[in-house]
């Protein structure tokens, strides 16, 4: 069965919990958490402290998504926030390493995320520390956008390194996923899609849910 993480950016920020639990009774498998600073990418969302009031709410697995330059700076917060997953950007860390051994010294599970133009190949070394890929098929920084066509080769390589070295990492994908191509991505080998758009803007955000779900 596919897993789901509906990304919390087009939800109705006036009524998060109401839309939780939309997606909770759909069967969501975590929450996707966007933060942007605006500076790593061209928008504004939350930070630790709407996280911390989330995580109050609900029991569902946290995928904390950091857009934001220098992640290093606010790992800690997002920690006590309650994050189960934290993934930061290679483009926002000049220290990929240290980053990612300081997110794991706090017992959690750590992602590395790409965009759309960053080879693979800048992961080479770091493969086998992390414990998710995230592979970003929009430019980052709003929900809505269309999927880069050209990331399903991008998608299928990671799936194909993944596999011949027998590492335990969750390839997930993120930006433009909708009902509509879901099953073909899911076909190139990936474990989670995020879904913003398809799953808030739909006429039955549960229903929805449990359509991917169902994928
Ligand atoms: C975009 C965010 C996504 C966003 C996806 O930068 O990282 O998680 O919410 O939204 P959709 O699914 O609408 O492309
Ligand atoms: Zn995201």
Redesign the pocket.
């Known amino acids: 069965m596919a897993k789901i993480a509906p990304?919390l950016?087009?939800a109705d920020f006036a009524d998060l919990k109401g839309e939780i639990r939309k997606v909770e009774s759909g069967g969501a498998d975590y929450l996707?958490l966007?933060v942007m600073d605006g500076i790593f990418?061209p928008n504004i969302t939350f930070g630790a402290p709407v996280i911390k009031k989330i995580r109050e709410v609900t029991e569902l697995p946290f995928d904390v998504?950091l857009?934001i330059d220098r992640p290093e700076r606010f790992i800690k917060d997002f920690v006590e926030a309650g994050a189960d997953i934290i993934t930061v950007h290679q483009e926002a860390t000049i220290h990929l390493h240290r980053t990612i051994q300081e997110i794991k010294s706090y017992g959690i599970m750590a992602g590395v995320s790409l965009n759309p133009t960053t080879p693979l190949e800048t992961l080479e070394y770091i493969l086998e520390d992390i414990d998710l890929i995230l592979i970003?098929t929009?430019n980052?920084?709003?929900?809505?956008?269309s999927f880069i066509n050209q990331m399903d080769r991008k998608i299928k390589k990671i799936r194909k390194i993944i596999d011949q070295r027998n590492l335990d990492i969750i390839l997930e994908v993120?930006?433009?996923?909708k009902l509509s191509n879901a099953k073909a991505i899911l076909d190139w080998g990936v474990d989670l899609l995020?879904?913003?758009?398809?799953i808030f803007n739909a006429e039955n955000i549960e229903q929805r849910v449990k359509e991917f779900k169902r994928l």
Do not use: K, R
Not at 194 to 198: K, R, T
């Open positions: 990304s950016l087009s996707h966007d990418v998504h857009m970003m929009v980052p920084g709003f929900g809505g956008q993120d930006g433009g996923v995020v879904v913003g758009s398809d």
